[in-house]
């Protein structure tokens, strides 16, 4: 079945620093979303690409949706402690049936 | 607006006991979705609905595991009887109707652990 590739499975930085991860896919995907989730929480979304090429920022982050639409990647400027969770991207190949295919995670820590 | 509500968050429970965990989608959300989270398999979909209807279990592991949605507000989860491999995070999800299927929401889970 499809997989996603996803790395790096944790990081650990200096409070200000950027971070930037990313997913790949041996699949193509139509739609790629990265979620964070919170400790004892469940994943909250927090940026949708549904275009090939497709750059889209909210606030600090950034994501984009590869050319090839077999990979994806997201970026966190200016990191604060809050930043703290696992980050997951997931990847859609079909509309209207919300079978995500979730990466491992990557897990983010962030020292003040 | 309250979220998914899941219930139990956790629930410790003895190999070949039933568990039955509990969702309510957020309010005039018509799709619900299962999920389960494991460190070794990250998340899984299990099953999802459309207006109450089953639309893909493949992803049930087993016969031991059944879901029921009887109502737009509710559904629940039932693993019988459990076992120690069973141990996991379970979410739901809701997605509102009209939307791209990717806006899902999460519920918080529920912790299941098979002793």
């Known amino acids: 079945g499809q997989q996603l590739n996803q790395s790096p499975q944790s990081m650990f930085i200096q409070e200000g620093e950027d971070v930037s991860m990313n997913c790949t896919s041996s699949?193509?995907?139509?739609?790629w979303l990265w979620y964070k989730q919170d400790p004892g929480e469940g994943p909250v979304l927090l940026i949708a690409?549904?275009?090939?090429?497709e750059l889209t920022s909210n606030g600090r982050l950034t994501a984009q949706f590869g050319i090839t639409r077999k990979d994806s990647f997201l970026n966190i400027s200016a990191s604060i402690p809050s930043d703290v969770g696992i980050y997951f991207c997931?990847?859609?190949?079909?509309?209207?049936?919300?079978?995500?295919?979730f990466g491992q995670g990557t897990t983010l820590q962030v020292k003040p | 607006d309250a979220g998914v509500i899941q219930s139990p968050r956790h629930e410790v429970t003895e190999m070949g006991q039933e568990v039955t965990l509990r969702c309510k989608p957020i309010?005039?959300?018509?799709?619900l979705f299962w999920y389960r989270q494991t460190m070794m398999r990250g998340l899984e979909l299990l099953i999802y609905?459309?207006?109450?209807?089953?639309?893909?279990d493949s992803g049930m592991p087993e016969d031991r595991f059944s879901a029921k949605m009887p109502n737009a507000s509710f559904s629940t989860l039932k693993i019988q009887p459990s076992e120690p491999r069973d141990s996991a995070v379970y979410f739901c999800?809701?997605?509102?109707?009209?939307?791209?299927?990717?806006?899902?929401?999460f519920g918080s889970g529920t912790q299941l652990s098979v002793l």
């Open positions: 999800a809701s997605r509102p109707t009209g939307t791209p299927n990717e806006k899902l929401f």
């Open positions: 699949s193509i995907f139509n739609t």
């Open positions: 690409l549904y275009k090939a090429g």
């Open positions: 997931a990847g859609s190949g079909s509309s209207n049936t919300g079978k995500l295919i």
């Open positions: 309010s005039g959300h018509n799709s």
């Open positions: 609905f459309n207006n109450n209807v089953p639309i893909d």
